[in-house]
């Protein structure tokens, strides 16, 4: 039986919503059961839960010829303490690549941060990180978030730029908005631009469906304003055939060293290293931390056949886990 593409936007928007809701994430986390089966589908898309296991992902990136991105993940924090707790978490990573000299970024969302809380609490805590990321030789790249914080989010970029001009920005191809967003931050002498499809449940007033036809030929459009523009761009998809075609229309620009390909771990580990190997300029995110929730549902929405690699996943920790135990009987 075949599922339709309906079908699977339908299953999609359902994930996304069990993504968003917290009263469910924290009966999950709060079963051991349940929260065993989370951890071990979320393996697949996660450096593990700590700063070390995110520096031994960046090696094993770094080894494949790929620059890296650190991300510890999480969102919408609620708590100031926790917020300022969260800071010290970025700033601690920021230490240790002042140590190890990669060619490292530091990727989050500003609600991480305190945003959600107080935009000045998450444009404190965020100018901290600026300037230990600038310290260690590297800068922050801003996470996009939902639409309804697209405006903060913008807003807060453009404070942090007037004293770290260096700081990247995401924008959504798929919000209505974007187009003119664009023109706006290219307006301003800033970082990096990375642009991605989005993730997030939105209403179709505001953002076209992941499955729209017409998706790819919106990204396809801001990829080449973006390009055109001379500003540093980051192409952040792991759409094969989005790929070729951004390859078929630009060519060697593509090729110049202000164009990175990016994609998430375990999101098109071969497709990256083949660009690499085509003489492409490559960065790979090592995502980690305990607060997976939301980010490994949205992995799973934004291509529903994930649910059967999750399957995969949990059956091959199941018969790795018997094994062991018959092992040591």
């Not at 349940?34 to 979320?42: E, M, N, W, Y």
């Not at 620009?253 to 190997?277: C, I, K, N």
Request: proline share 3%; hydrophobic share 40%; aromatic share 6%.
């Amino acid at each position: 039986m075949l599922i339709s593409p309906e079908e699977f936007e339908l299953a999609a928007d359902n994930l996304r919503a069990l993504a968003l809701d917290e009263r469910l994430k924290a009966q999950v986390m709060a079963t051991p059961a349940l929260a065993r089966i989370a951890q071990r589908i979320s393996q697949r898309y996660l450096a593990g839960d700590s700063i070390d296991s995110a520096f031994a992902q960046v090696a094993q990136i770094t080894s494949r010829g790929h620059r890296s991105s650190i991300e510890c993940v999480g969102e919408s924090i609620r708590d100031r303490h926790v917020a300022e707790a969260e800071t010290g978490i970025f700033l601690r990573i920021a230490e240790r690549l002042k140590r190890s000299k990669t060619d490292t970024t530091l990727s989050f969302d500003l609600s991480h941060l305190g945003s959600a809380i107080d935009p000045e609490l998450g444009l404190r805590n965020a100018l901290r990180v600026a300037r230990a990321a600038r310290e260690a030789g590297t800068y922050l790249m801003i996470s996009a978030e939902g639409s309804d914080r697209t405006d903060l989010v913008l807003e807060l970029w453009e404070k942090l730029i007037c004293d770290f001009p260096e700081t990247g920005i995401t924008l959504q191809a798929r919000l209505s908005r974007t187009s003119q967003d664009l023109v706006r931050v290219l307006e301003l002498q800033a970082g990096p631009v990375r642009l991605v499809k989005g993730a997030f449940q939105e209403p179709l007033e505001t953002a076209m469906a992941r499955n729209d036809p017409g998706l790819a030929d919106r990204y396809a459009q801001l990829a080449g304003a973006l390009i055109s523009s001379g500003r540093q761009t980051n192409i952040a998809t792991h759409d094969a055939r989005l790929i070729r075609r951004l390859k078929e229309e630009h060519g060697a620009a593509l090729l110049s060293p202000q164009v990175e390909f990016e994609m998430l771990q375990g999101l098109g580990t071969q497709q990256l290293d083949a660009l690499r190997e085509e003489g492409f300029t490559t960065r790979e995110y090592a995502v980690f931390g305990p607060e997976y929730w939301l980010y490994v549902l949205n992995r799973l929405a934004e291509e529903p056949q994930r649910i059967m690699l999750a399957v995969a996943d949990l059956q091959r920790t199941h018969n790795a886990a018997q094994g062991s135990g018959m092992n040591a009987n």
